[in-house]
């Protein structure tokens, strides 16, 4: 089981900008690709963004140009930043590991998510 700690998901105002963090070991960081996932309400689970264990980076199509994902070394830490929110960026997010781009299975198990509101 890969720990992981999601944070930093609630209500956003269109136009803002979301900033996810997934708190994870130190050895996660160093052995696993991560990404970030997104699921709305009666929806599929999609992929968001992903990195690899060396910085190598991948975005879904049509939200590339609003995000960036990292990594935090410093602070064991996956980060996303998504800016100019809209309301359909309202689902609820997770990260996982072992993947760094959308066809591909993680191998972690999925938590709670990180729930996130966008509405004026």
């Known amino acids: 089981q890969v720990q992981r700690v999601e944070s930093g998901g609630g209500l956003f105002q269109p136009g803002g900008s979301l900033r996810l963090s997934c708190a994870a070991s130190a050895r996660t960081l160093r052995a696993y690709d991560m990404a970030w996932y997104r699921q709305a309400p009666g929806k599929q689970r999609e992929f968001v963004a992903g990195?690899?264990?060396?910085?190598?980076?991948n975005y879904e199509g049509s939200l590339k140009d609003r995000l960036t994902i990292s990594r935090d070394n410093d602070n064991n830490t996956l980060k996303l930043q998504m800016n100019s929110m809209k309301t359909d960026d309202t689902p609820n997010y997770f990260c996982n590991v072992g993947c760094s781009f959308a066809k591909c299975r993680p191998v972690g198990s999925w938590g709670q998510g990180n729930p996130v509101t966008v509405s004026s």
């Open positions: 990195i690899n264990t060396v910085g190598r980076t």
